[in-house]
């Protein structure tokens, strides 16, 4: 049931990050890069940098996948886990704090093998370079689209009274 939730979810993320990716590319070359106004650059590039981590999401979702396929496959040599027998594993079985069970850690995502003593800890299926480019490019794109907000918030003001400026100027005799 988790394998099939993990699989909908990449799906999904797959989607939104074409989605922002076609977002993103298509405001920042509707008038090219130099002509867009600042808001809207920034807006393109918030996009783009949530694509790209939606996508990098959905990669790290794929190797828990396969961890979870793994476990769950049963049969012959499926107890503990082939996903959970990391270096070290087999020294934990002999002293008695072997491997009980697994879970997924969403945030940060993470396949987690958990021991019979309560601890736990993670193996390599989500390669190690995932959460961390998933946490730059949704700053970046939390950032980008905060700057936008800021930037067409600051036009607005600064237009609306240049412009009541001018009007009282050119009404005066």
């Known amino acids: 049931m988790l394998f099939l939730l993990v699989m909908l979810l990449v799906v999904i993320l797959l989607i939104t990050a074409c989605a922002l990716l076609g977002r993103g590319c298509g405001s920042l070359a509707e008038k090219g890069l130099r002509r867009t106004s600042p808001p809207t650059a920034l ?3 918030a996009a783009t940098a949530g694509a790209g ?3 990098l999401y959905a990669w790290g979702l794929l190797g828990v996948a396969g961890a979870i396929m793994e476990a769950e496959d ?3 040599d499926s107890a503990p886990n082939r996903a959970c027998r990391t270096s070290g594993w087999l020294e934990r079985e002999k002293s008695g704090n072997g491997i009980v069970d697994y879970s997924v850690s969403w945030v940060p995502l993470d396949y987690v093998c958990e021991t019979k003593g309560g601890g736990s800890y993670t193996t390599d299926d989500v390669p190690g370079y995932v959460n961390p ?4 490019f949704g700053l970046a794109a939390a950032g980008c689209a905060i700057s936008a907000g800021y930037v067409s918030e600051l036009r607005l003001r600064g237009g609306g009274a240049r412009g009541e400026g001018e009007a009282r100027r050119s009404d005066a005799p």
């Open 43 to 45: 807006r393109g590039f």
């Open 53 to 55: 981590a939606a996508a």
């Open 74 to 76: 049963g049969g012959t």
């Open 133 to 136: 480019a998933v946490l730059g």
